[in-house]
């Protein structure tokens, strides 16, 4: 339950170690963080996959913690790959991360490349397509193929964001593509910023 109402009481009643929403469910639940019944207390990590969460929404989860470590376990994906990429913040470093920042490839199991976008090289302010490759991507569509073939480059899997990939192999997210604005590096950066 996203409203903050609502899932403070079970929250609160649980008092849960490991929670994993969706990023602006973790948005809606900052308040939370400040409630006297301590929903928060017990958390060891805050995951989020898919997207990329706000650092200032990590901190102020993990700083609701009584727990000496607590940490964000960030993932990206979605649902015809899995996780493909992940990275592991701790309460200490969560307010300088970079909220752009999702992970490194997962050794033997998934690989990510960046596509150049109208042939210039992929970086911060001219980000390129993410694919990845995976052998737990989906099959197909049911009974839309050709809009699954779509997406394929050989068995590269096209994400629908935009991004790059730093000289370590980190990927960032700058946006999706139907979000794009010319001339804007990272839309997401910017809200961020905000």
């Not at 970086?123 to 490759?133: C, M, N, Q």
Request: aromatic share 8%; charged share 25%.
């Amino acid at each position: 339950e996203e409203d903050p109402e609502r899932a403070v009481e079970l929250l609160a009643r649980h008092k849960p170690g490991i929670i994993e929403a969706h990023p602006n469910t973790f948005v809606a639940w900052e308040p939370l963080a400040r409630d006297p019944r301590e929903p928060f207390s017990e958390l060891a990590f805050v995951s989020s996959t898919f997207d990329a969460i706000h650092p200032r929404t990590v901190s102020t989860l993990l700083a609701a913690s009584r727990r000496p470590r607590p940490a964000q376990l960030q993932l990206y994906g979605q649902s015809e790959v899995g996780p493909v990429v992940g990275r592991v913040t701790s309460r200490d470093r969560t307010a300088s991360a970079d909220g752009r920042c999702v992970g490194f490839p997962f050794p033997g199991m998934t690989a990510v490349r960046v596509v150049p976008r109208g042939g210039i090289d992929p970086g911060p302010e001219h980000p390129g397509f993410i694919e990845v490759r995976t052998d737990g991507r989906a099959l197909t569509y049911h009974g839309q193929h050709d809009r699954y073939q779509a997406q394929l480059d050989g068995g590269w899997w096209r994400m629908g964001d935009v991004g790059y990939l730093t000289c370590w192999g980190c990927l960032h997210i700058c946006d999706r593509e139907v979000d794009l604005i010319p001339g804007i590096g990272s839309a997401l950066e910017l809200e961020d910023r905000l």
